[in-house]
């Protein structure tokens, strides 16, 4: 079990005053540890490392996005990922009405927006609104700041929100490296049963430890290994992700009809519970070095576990969507004009070698082409068929 952090030498020392943010939510964390009575569920340590008002990852932001930061998503990596994006909403937005949105979950820097906006434009494809929902006020600005100037150029309304809206839309939702940032819940199997990991708190930092075994957690896990058709050892140590269930069920409840395209780092059941992924999937990111503790510099460095994506699929045919599509992001990529974004540059030039390389980074398998998949949901028959351009990978969920 990980306890405090090992020697970090290699890895950048933060500013002072990064250091004091993380110093402060250190303190918070180990407050509310000992008013608990000695230890906290992992997943509410999680989500304070990432979420706390002000002292959280993504609440306070110390660093930004991007190549300089702590890791780098699709779209800030190029404007591909935009490029085939507008290309495959443009037809769901055709067939939605001229009254049709999109709405962007957590948009991080904004990037996506804004080249995503720029592609509709040039297909004469822009959305009613763009609407965004960003609980975070350091990232709402920062979006703000970017898309302010392109929102007036283009004539489209831009909004936020900081929850979902109260009554349902038509149209997108988009969710890029939404659902690996959701704090998961650790357990370890034992020879007596699963039991949730706690993290606890003393002279050398933070530690963990066993919680006590819920009967709901070995339920969960005996319809896990009756699915799979095998057995946990005692020491397998994995993630489960208690609110992606409620999260696409409350989507399902927001969307009259329209589609919901799911970006993230996953995989199928199968793979994710996967005897030899012993020690789950949980990574963290600081400076782009990627380790596995995520007791290093709280509230300084991306902490995030991989989506289960059967079990979302699963969610969502309770919730009443259907699984439109499920492919990897190269596959989607090259089903959706990447190779005209590439020939809008001519061959030899210094751009045209720009491009290639991006999009070696987008969809080489050891890269992000088959780490990071799309999972496509539909609610109402006017999405039919506007998802044929990729490779079908849904008989793998």
């Avoid at 004091?20 to 608990?36: G, K, M, P």
């Avoid at 962007?104 to 592609?119: D, I, N, Q």
């Avoid at 930092?205 to 709901?216: K, Q, S």
């Amino acid at each position: 079990m990980i306890t405090n952090p090992p020697d970090r030498g290699g890895f950048p020392e933060p500013p002072a005053a990064a250091l004091a943010i993380s110093d402060r939510l250190r303190a918070l964390i180990a407050d509310r540890i000992s008013t608990a009575g000695g230890s906290i569920p992992f997943q509410d340590y999680m989500n304070a490392v990432l979420n706390e008002p002000s002292l959280g990852y993504y609440a306070a932001n110390v660093q930004g996005f991007g190549p300089a930061a702590d890791f780098v998503t699709a779209p800030e990596l190029s404007d591909a990922f935009a490029h085939s994006l507008a290309h495959a909403l443009a037809p769901v937005l055709a067939a939605l009405g001229p009254r049709a949105g999109v709405l962007e979950l957590g948009a991080g820097s904004g990037v996506l927006a804004e080249s995503l906006l720029e592609s509709l434009a040039r297909r004469s494809a822009l959305p009613a609104h763009y609407t965004i929902l960003e609980p975070s006020p350091v990232l709402g600005a920062m979006q703000r700041e970017r898309l302010a100037p392109l929102a007036g150029q283009l004539g489209v309304d831009v909004r936020w929100l900081e929850r979902l809206p109260r009554h349902p839309i038509t149209g997108v939702i988009v969710a890029n490296e939404v659902v690996d940032a959701f704090p998961v819940e650790r357990f370890q199997v034992t020879t007596n049963g699963p039991r949730p990991v706690h993290v606890a708190f003393g002279e050398a930092g933070f530690e963990e430890r066993l919680g006590p075994r819920p009967r709901e957690l070995g339920n969960w896990l005996a319809a896990l290994e009756a699915r799979l058709g095998w057995e946990f050892p005692p020491g397998y140590t994995s993630e489960r992700n208690p609110l992606a269930d409620a999260w696409i069920a409350s989507l399902a409840d927001v969307l009259h009809v329209g589609a919901v395209f799911v970006f993230d780092y996953g995989y199928e059941e199968r793979e994710f519970y996967h005897p030899e992924r012993a020690e789950g999937t949980l990574l963290c990111h600081y400076r782009h070095r990627v380790h596995a503790d995520p007791y290093y510099l709280p509230g300084l460095q991306d902490v995030t576990a991989s989506v289960d994506f059967s079990a979302l699929a699963r969610s969502a045919g309770r919730a009443g969507l259907s699984v439109a599509a499920y492919t990897t992001q190269a596959w989607f990529l090259m089903g959706n004009d990447l190779e005209g974004w590439i020939a809008a540059e001519t061959p030899g030039t210094s751009a045209y070698v720009a491009r290639a390389h991006e999009v070696r980074m987008l969809t080489m398998p050891g890269e992000m082409g088959e780490r990071v998949k799309l999972l496509a949901l539909a609610k109402g028959s006017e999405c039919d068929g506007v998802f044929d351009q990729a490779r079908d990978l849904r008989s793998r969920l």
